[in-house]
């Protein structure tokens, strides 16, 4: 698929948003800048009928603003008690916050060697580009800033976290030319979002984007970072991530540690790796859980964009969390 197959995929009577491919960082204008515009339509085109009001954004938060006052309903957190209202009219009230108008958000966009990987539509990379560009354009506009953290196991590039339209499509530019790293480099999704701590910043929102499948070893810094902000998780899988083919003998390359070796697919081999992806899946969703981070998941055999709005409107309706209101951005 190249840069420039930009048309859904029809499958019977149902068509498949397919991102553009963006050839593992390898992909210069004119191509880059028609894919990323592709990209940019696709995400407004789809989206804009999910937002509603200005500065809509990711997860929920109290905001700093005061808004109207309501009843007091159990559970409910005194501190915000409207002591005025309460005494005109002889019952309990606290005063609703709105939303703050600016929020700050950062990206972890994954893109070690077992990105670099796609048996269907698309590689999991450009699924990782494709939802740089949706969280973009959620908490982009009304003074919001947007920045990212873009790790490859061999080098990690910050980009700043700025307001506009020209960062953005430079940032994401940047992300979608980010070059692969060499075989045999790991990835180090720990130290990507450790990344995010120093230096300290103010509230607002992390999303980390990758496939979570190596070692769960930034479960801890995840946490540290939800401590302060609000944090989502965006997973992008592959079919054969969770499950192997029925193709007899096979030559298999595990690019992060470089190693190469032929396997034959039987029953009981393909039951073990299905098993043990799903037990990964698990451990993973467990440790989003701890961290209270949702998990958006993405594949590079569904439609990416149908996906992502299911996902918004869900969390719309979802007490708590999800894909609302703008983030906690301003309060301090």
């Not at 491919?21 to 990209?39: C, I, N, V, Y």
């Not at 073990?272 to 981070?293: I, N, P, T």
Request: with cysteine.
């Amino acid at each position: 698929m190249s840069g420039s197959d930009t048309a859904p995929v029809t499958a019977g009577s149902t068509v498949v948003s397919r991102p553009p491919s963006f050839r593992s960082g390898e992909l210069r204008d004119p191509k880059l800048a028609a894919a990323l515009r592709t990209l940019e339509l696709t995400v407004r085109r789809r989206l804009d009928g999910v937002l509603h009001g200005d500065h809509l954004g990711l997860i929920p938060g109290p905001g700093s603003e005061p808004g109207d006052a309501r009843e007091y309903q159990p559970g409910d957190d005194v501190r915000q008690m409207d002591w005025s209202v309460t005494a005109r009219t002889t019952h309990p009230h606290v005063r609703q916050s709105v939303a703050d108008r600016e929020l700050e958000t950062w990206l972890v966009v994954d893109l070690s060697a077992s990105l670099d990987f796609g048996t269907t539509g698309c590689e999991k990379r450009d699924l990782a580009v494709a939802a740089s560009a949706a969280i973009t354009h959620l908490s982009g506009g009304g003074g919001n800033r947007i920045g990212a953290v873009v790790a490859t196991g061999a080098s990690t590039t910050r980009i700043p976290a700025r307001g506009g339209r020209v960062h953005t499509q430079s940032m994401l530019r940047a992300i979608a030319t980010t070059p692969s790293a060499e075989d045999g480099v790991r990835g180090d999704l720990r130290a990507a979002i450790e990344a995010l701590r120093r230096p300290e910043r103010r509230r607002g929102m992390a999303v980390v984007i990758s496939d979570f499948l190596g070692p769960i070893d930034w479960e801890r810094s995840l946490r540290a970072i939800s401590a302060r902000h609000d944090v989502l998780a965006v997973e992008v899988l592959d079919p054969r991530d969770l499950e192997l083919p029925d193709v007899g003998d096979v030559v298999l390359h595990d690019p992060e540690s470089g190693r190469t070796r032929e396997f034959s697919t039987t029953p009981r081999l393909r039951a073990d790796f299905a098993r043990a992806a799903a037990a990964h899946r698990d451990d993973v969703e467990k440790a989003l859980r701890r961290c209270g981070s949702p998990r958006l998941t993405l594949r590079t055999d569904g439609d990416w964009i149908a996906d992502v709005v299911r996902f918004v409107t869900a969390r719309r309706h979802t007490i708590g969390s999800g894909f609302t209101n703008t983030a906690r951005a301003g309060t301090r």
